[in-house]
Every structure is written in structure tokens, then in C-alpha cells.
């Protein structure tokens, strides 16, 4: 009689912005012979390293990192490439006798992968994602993120403004079918065995790890990081060019704003990220295992994951 494989064990490292996600994988996968595999909609992308908050090469050094640098900011990837890639990473290592950490802070990535999000097969339609465009331009991102809020709230709680190219995808979706995109989302959870550890911090404190942690971007050249991506013809439309502090510092170059405004508005729009990313990863979730950052002992966390590696 066959007996089935085993589901392929994986552990996730999700939570906030700045909360100390990359430094602690980083740790846990030197303990347990772990590769990491990214969940970051921003460090998918090529020539964008400083803004985006990637491992650094030491870390990169200590601990493998899969999906970050797959694509360049002029080229997309869908949710539904994504999915594949991350449990192709999950397949490899696991049958390298690798653990996979599944590490990011992009809720999309995460729930997507790990519940088998089936995307709704919706074509393109050009004429009606460019109307929407202008109507961005129009009204403000704000303005089409509340339209969207309208007809799907669901949909928008989880989809940050500044993401015009997702909420317009599902304003298109809803145009195209009648339907609520958050309604269409059918699931078929991939064989999998999961533990999700979520890492917090104080508000506060966590503002401050912001704050400290923009000002080291611009410390380290993220300007010029900026004007390296234009100069290599990447513009600023792009939906890879939107990400926080990239557009900010765009504005600044282009003389909208001052060096010193553009750094307050990354600073603010970060907050109000992570509390968009809270509505991915709530407290109250039972499915994750939530931790304060500023109190984790390694070694006891690793000693938690490997009772269950073991169960």
C-alpha cells in the first residue's frame, strides 16, 4: 500500500515593517539549517536594495535567501507566479533537508501561498485600467481606494492605497463580473505543514525602529539608489517606482518637495503601512504565535520550532 508523502513542514516570520523580522530568520535558520524565502512585493525587484530594506550581504551570507532580485522594476510578477515560485522554494529546500522560513511582511504573499489562493481569471481590459489611471490622477490614490471601499471593502481593507495597480485590479474585476473580487477568491490550500510565528512591538517603539531605520536609508545613499533607477530609463510611473520612499525621494529629485519633506512623508506613510499590514496579520489571530521582538530569545524559539519539526 503507498503511503502519502509528508506534507513539506514550513515556518513563517511575519509582522510589521522595521519590527525585526530579517535579523531574527537570519539567526533561527543558522540554529536549524533554514533557507529563507521572501515575502516582500518590494524586494522582488532588481537595482532596489536600500529602500526596500533587503538583507545585507553578510546576511545573505549567513542564511540563503530565495525571491528577492527576480525581476526588474519595469517587469511584473503575478500573484499566481509568485504562489508557484515560493512553493517550488518550499519543495527544494525541504528536499535538500533545508527548513523554509517563509519571511516577509506582504500579507498578499503570505495568505496567498500558504492558503492556495485561487486568483479569479479575469482578462486585462486596457481601456478600463487606463480610465482608472486618470481617475487616480484625478481624484488622488486616496479618492480610488475609496471607490473601491465602496463596492468591495473587504478588498480594500487589505489593499494599501498607494497600490494603485491592485486596486484597480479589483475595481476591474468587480467592473468585469459583478462580483466582489474578495468573494472570488476561492482557496485550495497546498500540502503543507505550517508554523506561523508573528512578531510585534510596542507602537511606539516600533515608530522609532521606523524613524531610525529611514534615516540609516538616507545615510547609507538612498538618493542615489533613486537616481540610479532613473538613470537606467526606469520611470517614475512604475508600480515598482511607487514603493515607500522611493516615490517620496523621486519628488524630492524632481524638485516637487524638499530632501527633508520627502523623508517626513516616507516616515508618515510607513506608519500608516504598518497599520495597514496589521489588518494581514491580527493579534487575535490564532494561527499565529505572536512574540514581542524586543523580549524573543532565540535559542527558546528555536527550540519551540524544533518540537514541531519533530511532531
Request: proline share 5%; charged share 25%.
Amino acid at each position: 500500500m503507498k503511503t502519502e508523502p509528508a506534507n513539506v513542514k514550513v515556518v513563517t516570520i511575519v509582522g510589521p515593517t522595521a519590527v525585526g523580522k530579517t535579523g531574527l530568520s537570519v539567526e533561527l535558520c543558522e540554529a536549524l539549517g533554514g533557507e529563507i524565502v521572501s515575502a516582500d512585493s518590494r524586494q522582488i525587484y532588481r537595482h532596489m536594495d536600500i529602500g526596500t530594506a533587503k538583507a545585507t550581504a553578510t546576511e545573505q551570507a549567513r542564511a540563503r535567501h530565495h525571491l528577492i532580485d527576480i525581476v526588474d522594476p519595469d517587469q511584473e510578477l503575478t500573484l499566481a507566479h509568485y504562489q508557484k515560485l515560493a512553493l517550488d522554494c518550499f519543495d527544494e529546500t525541504s528536499a535538500q533537508g533545508k527548513l523554509p522560513f517563509l519571511v516577509g511582511g506582504t500579507g498578499l504573499y503570505v495568505k496567498a501561498t500558504l492558503e492556495g489562493w485561487t486568483v479569479p481569471q479575469v482578462p486585462p481590459n486596457p481601456d478600463f485600467r487606463a480610465e482608472m489611471e486618470s481617475r487616480a490622477e484625478e481624484i488622488g490614490v486616496d479618492g480610488l481606494h475609496q471607490e473601491l471601499a465602496k463596492v468591495d471593502p473587504e478588498a480594500a481593507a487589505h489593499i494599501d492605497a498607494r497600490n494603485v495597480r491592485r486596486v484597480i485590479r479589483a475595481l476591474e474585476v468587480y467592473q468585469h463580473t459583478g462580483q466582489k473580487m474578495s468573494e472570488q477568491q476561492q482557496k485550495c490550500p497546498p500540502p503543507l505543514d505550517v508554523l506561523q510565528i508573528g512578531l510585534t512591538r510596542g507602537r511606539q517603539t516600533l515608530y522609532e525602529r521606523i524613524d531610525l531605520r529611514i534615516d540609516r536609508m538616507i545615510e547609507i545613499g538612498l538618493e542615489a539608489e533613486v537616481r540610479g533607477l532613473l538613470d537606467r530609463g526606469y520611470t517614475p510611473d512604475l508600480p515598482a517606482m511607487s514603493g515607500l520612499g522611493y516615490r517620496q525621494m523621486i519628488d524630492a529629485i524632481q524638485g516637487k518637495t524638499t530632501l527633508d519633506e520627502a523623508i517626513a512623508l516616507t516616515k508618515r506613510h510607513t506608519r500608516r503601512f504598518v497599520r495597514q499590514q496589521y489588518n494581514w496579520f491580527r493579534l487575535s489571530d490564532p494561527a499565529i504565535h505572536w512574540y514581542d521582538a524586543s523580549t524573543i530569545e532565540t535559542q527558546k524559539l528555536a527550540d519551540e520550532i524544533q518540537t514541531f519539526l519533530n511532531a
